[in-house]
């Protein structure tokens, strides 16, 4: 069944609000385990508008499930990642004047500079996913660049307003997710998954793995925090076999 990355962002986003040392998105991590999170998701911006280098370097020593790392292609980012070595390093775009991440890396575009940020994190002995948009150029491109594994971005599916453009989305999302596993690739999700459109991505065929930030923080707020990840877990379990 597909398995879940918890990603605690946001809970380092209250933190930040007021500039203080509470709520700890190290504590969201422990807890998120005793829910039941196979991973622990974090993004260390450039701006460091929510992780910090002191969380990630904690939740390393800490984190007892699969720590996976999101992060640019620049150059500190990956040296950053390398020094502290997580479990798994996913590639993402990043512009500092978004509100969150807009879409998947163009890998086709930015190719020279995604390849040397895998070489460098390959060989730090790192797992390496790069996360996308379902294009076939773009999954096919990731396969020539000997990673592990793709995460498909979901966004535009969250997204959609009507059911014919869910559907349309995540009929392209099937098609990515095929194609992906056809060119030996790990198949993961993410972005703007919630309570109410996460089963049907669960369902794709093979798809390994969810990760799930703001909507699981939301319903944290109001059932704690262990229980927005059991009641997540119960949702993508039974009917997201990616086995």
Known sequence: MATLGVNIDHVATIRQARRTVEPDPVWAAALAELGGADAITVHLREDR??????????????????????????????????????????????????????????????????AEAVRRLRDAGITVSLFIDPAIRQIDVAAELGVEAVELHTGTYANAVSDAERRSHLDELLRGGA????????????????????????????????????????????????????????????VGDGS
């Open 49 to 114: 508008r929510h992780i910090q280098d002191r969380d990630l370097e904690v939740l390393r020593r800490t984190v007892q499930v699969k720590l996976n790392l999101e992060g640019a292609i620049a150059p500190e980012m990956v040296a950053i990642a390398c020094r502290v070595k997580p479990d798994q390093v996913t590639l993402v775009p990043e512009r500092r004047e978004e509100v969150t991440t807009e879409g998947g890396l163009d890998v086709s575009t930015h190719r020279v500079a995604t």
């Open 179 to 238: 194609h992906a596993r056809a060119a030996g690739l790990v198949l993961n999700a993410g972005h703007g998954l919630t309570y109410r459109n996460v089963v049907p991505v669960a369902r794709i065929e093979g798809m390994h793995e969810l990760n799930i930030g703001h909507s699981i923080v939301a319903r944290a707020v109001l059932v704690g925090f262990s229980q927005a990840v059991r009641e997540m877990k119960a949702l993508i379990g039974p």
